[in-house]
């Protein structure tokens, strides 16, 4: 069993402002994926470090504001009916990965239609880079003691004191280990090789919805929603599936070429 390390969730503090550490990991993984982004765009014939600047800023906005959203219409819509400024509390977490993606996807066809791309041709240069910053977010739902694991006997079952005495799967810092640095790593390996477009993209939806779905088994539902299916079933794993099946979808649509062919991203004279 080992105790949580009782991490104060507020990093600096400055007379009525104060910086939490959840901000700042948001900061980090968009920092992380601006200077990926410039690593692969200089190793482009058809990127520049501008339009990387702008489609980091196009997806920060759509991952925050989807993130946001989602959260409150897939998990406590009656909560913030009844408090609808605490919509605006976002230091205190409450952020969707799914509502993420959807927000995201709108800032990509945004993007794709100021830069002249595809969709896909603009999502296979985002996608190796959005692990970093999913690492980067479990990290700071660990600090905040949020979206804690089932209770376990294993031997790194941790204390959270927040969620009671009884040692639980950080479930947190295994979504960090899986959806963030072991995803980002076969991304990041697998687009440094020229492939049909949308197939990277379409690597990054079933394996963050394996992964997610996967890692769902060790964490504890939401109290407000439970189980929603089957009486095992979490609304992440609901959420996970469908992306699944669109991955698998777009793989198979790929490898047929339907959305053409392109060295991008990540290798320069392609």
């Known amino acids: 069993m080992i105790n949580y390390p009782e991490i104060d969730p507020v990093l600096l503090s400055i007379g009525p402002l104060k910086l939490h550490w959840y901000g700042m990991m948001y900061l980090l993984g968009f920092s992380a994926a601006w200077m990926l982004g410039n690593w692969r765009a200089a190793h482009s014939d058809s990127w520049n470090r501008n339009q990387v600047g702008d489609l980091i800023l196009f997806g920060a906005l759509g991952a925050v504001l989807g993130g946001r959203a989602g959260y409150i219409l897939f998990y406590k819509l009656e909560d913030y009916l009844a408090q609808p400024l605490d919509i605006f509390r976002v230091w205190e977490g409450g952020m969707s990965f799914h509502g993420g993606m959807l927000g995201v996807f709108v800032a990509i066809w945004l993007f794709g239609r100021k830069t002249k791309r595809s969709f896909f041709q603009v999502s296979d240069f985002v996608a190796p880079l959005v692990p970093i910053g999913l690492f980067f977010g479990r990290v700071g739902n660990f600090i905040n003691q949020e979206l804690w694991g089932r209770v376990t006997e294993l031997s790194w079952g941790m204390v959270f004191p927040l969620a009671g005495s009884d040692p639980r799967h950080p479930s947190q810092l295994y979504e960090a280990l899986l959806e963030g640095l072991i995803l980002f790593a076969i991304l990041w390996i697998y687009s440094a090789t020229p492939r049909p477009v949308a197939r990277v993209s379409g ?24 189980f929603v299916a089957m009486d095992w079933m979490s609304m992440g794993q609901m959420l996970s599936l469908p992306m699944i099946a669109a991955g698998v979808i777009i793989m198979y649509l790929a490898g047929g070429q339907r959305f053409g062919y392109q060295g991008e991203p990540g290798n320069k004279g392609n």
Do not use: S
């Open 203 to 226: 690597l990054f939806m079933i394996l963050y919805g394996v992964f997610r779905f996967l890692v769902e088994f060790t964490r504890e539902p939401d109290d407000y929603l439970g």
